[in-house]
């Protein structure tokens, strides 16, 4: 999806002009994929701009940041007040704002310990990630043949840039192969998630949705979702999913801050209902707890102004 400018990006403590912000081409996150980064919404609420649970996608920077032993030059307080501030400064009333801390010029090779941490932070419009209608009409999956990241090798709890070369590899495969989205399995076999969302799949009443053990990010998405389904009535368990129990699904949904909520029709052109009645559900519930309109999750919803 194509990106629209605004006005500024955050810049190490600093609003510079969309087009000046930029950086050295021997940058060592550039040549190395050491960086770690985040993926935010804000929402228009009847109170003007509101950054959903800005505090908590932040302090997973930092978690994943920890993993790679980066220590970022700014506090957490420091930069929940720079997104508030370009969310701020671009006049949107929604937009989709991305932090990243990068290793920066001045050492090269693969030691980051001599290098700079920088930090920037963007925001633009940006629509629905898997099409505006994939709530209702759903995506088409296939399994990929790209293994997701071992712990051992890759670790699948940091959001860092390389780990993406992963799920780009398999979203670019699942797209020339005609489908909307690639599900990726972990090295035993077991379903880990897609390239940039969390997967539940129905088996009767119950919806199930894989471990971090499989190799899938701890999103917080999936845990607004799993809140959701606790208020509903729904019961949703963390546990092992195989590649037989998604062509078998009753239905099933991806999720994500940039898919939101995304009902999946088919995998390996298996059909899947669709939606389905708790999919449908969730999603009608999600786009309002996002938007401040159910009270107990108020506090999620981080106002700019």
């Given at each position: 999806m194509p990106i629209t400018p605004?006005?500024?990006?955050?810049?190490?403590?600093?609003?510079?002009?969309?087009?000046?912000?930029?950086?050295?081409?021997?940058?060592?996150?550039?040549?190395?994929g050491m960086g770690v980064f985040e993926g935010i919404r804000a929402y228009e609420t009847s109170e003007g701009p509101g950054i959903f649970r800005l505090t908590d996608h932040i302090e997973r920077l930092f978690n994943s940041a920890a993993i790679l032993m980066m220590e970022i030059p700014y506090s957490v307080e420091e930069l929940i007040d720079a997104t508030k501030e370009v969310v701020r400064e671009s006049g949107l009333p929604s937009a989709y704002i991305r932090p990243i801390a990068y290793?920066?010029?001045?050492?090269?090779?693969?030691?980051?310990?001599?290098?700079?941490?920088?930090?920037?932070?963007?925001?633009?419009?940006?629509?629905?990630?898997?099409?505006?209608?994939?709530?209702?009409?759903?995506?088409?999956?296939?399994?990929?043949?790209?293994?997701?990241?071992?712990?051992?090798?890759?670790?699948?709890?940091?959001?860092?840039?390389?780990?993406?070369?992963?799920?780009?590899?398999?979203?670019?495969?699942?797209?020339?192969?005609?489908?909307?989205?690639?599900i990726m399995l972990n090295g035993q076999g077991l379903v880990s998630e897609c390239t940039g969302e969390n997967i539940f799949v129905s088996r009767g009443d119950m919806l199930i949705t894989p471990p971090g053990s499989a190799g899938a990010l701890e999103g917080i998405t999936q845990d607004t979702v799993m809140a959701i389904c606790d208020d509903m009535g729904i019961e949703c368990v963390v546990s092992d999913l195989s590649r037989s129990d998604l062509y078998l699904a009753d239905e099933m949904f991806l999720c994500g801050t940039a898919a939101e909520v995304c009902a999946v029709n088919s995998v390996d052109e298996r059909p899947i209902p669709c939606p389905g009645p708790m999919t449908a559900a969730i999603g009608a519930e999600y786009a309002k707890v996002v938007r401040g309109e159910v009270d107990q999750y108020r506090e999620w919803v981080e106002l700019v102004s």
């Open positions: 605004t006005s500024k990006i955050w810049m190490n403590g600093q609003l510079v002009d969309w087009d000046a912000a930029n950086i050295h081409v021997l940058s060592h996150t550039l040549h190395y290793y920066g010029y001045g050492e090269m090779g693969l030691n980051t310990i001599p290098c700079s941490v920088d930090v920037a932070i963007a925001c633009w419009p940006w629509g629905a990630y898997l099409g505006d209608e994939s709530l209702t009409k759903g995506i088409r999956a296939k399994i990929s043949s790209w293994v997701r990241h071992d712990h051992n090798a890759m670790p699948p709890m940091a959001k860092t840039t390389g780990n993406y070369v992963n799920s780009s590899l398999a979203k670019v495969e699942a797209l020339k192969a005609g489908y909307d989205e690639a």
